[in-house]
């Protein structure tokens, strides 16, 4: 079922201009940026929108997102099948980063830089999320620090020895003399594709 959000079109007004500036605008831009006649109308959108869990004051009296406000439509699912009637689909709000990041002290992003990974499907240019409080296990795909390189491999052993495969069968596994020093286990992805 869908959800109704008061002032949705509004509500959209302002998170575009979050994106675009990475701050919400101040009660006097928002008069101008809504077409308002008077900041009264703004504070009275703002206060709607905090009811709505939308919006909160922060400690400076600023307007602040919410997690709700930066949570994006989760459709449900989309068959990759028969098709079904959007009808039957729930619209909940998801935080990208709440579901890629659990813990942001540990986390971090790494851009991937060629094609060694192809197979497990990281591309080049794709941005992988690493978990470097995560302990690193056979099969575990890792971040390695590889001869003063970084790199991005699946963790083995041979003869208890750490090696890195290659998810491209025309690479070689890479066998690091001596330590193999990891950052961290991947854990997830972004991809942003060509528009």
């Known amino acids: 079922m869908r959800e109704e959000i008061p002032d949705a079109d509004r509500l959209e007004q302002l998170r575009d201009y979050h994106r675009r500036y990475r701050q919400l605008p101040t009660y006097s831009s928002m008069t101008t940026l809504m ?13 709607r929108l905090s009811r709505a869990g939308f919006l909160e004051t922060g400690p400076d009296k600023r307007l602040a997102p919410t997690k709700r406000f930066l949570a994006h ?58 978990d470097c409080g995560r302990t690193p296990r056979k099969g575990d795909i890792v971040v ?8 991005i491999k699946e963790l083995d052993f041979e003869d208890d020895r750490p ?10 596994v890479l066998r690091p003399a001596g330590t193999l020093e990891t950052l961290g286990v991947y854990v997830g992805l972004v991809r942003r594709h060509a528009r």
């Open 35 to 47: 077409g308002y006649g008077s900041k009264a109308a703004a504070h009275k959108l703002a206060a």
């Open 73 to 130: 439509k989760l459709v449900g699912t989309v068959r990759a099948g028969t098709p079904e009637s959007p009808a039957d689909v729930d619209f909940e709000p998801i935080s990208l980063e709440d579901y890629l990041i659990d813990k942001p002290k540990q986390m971090l992003l790494v851009r991937v830089k060629g094609d060694s990974m192809v197979e497990a499907g990281i591309l080049d240019g794709d941005l992988a999320v690493i």
């Open 144 to 151: 390695a620090i590889w001869n003063g390189e970084t790199t």
């Open 163 to 172: 090696v890195l495969k290659p998810h491209n069968s025309r690479m070689p």
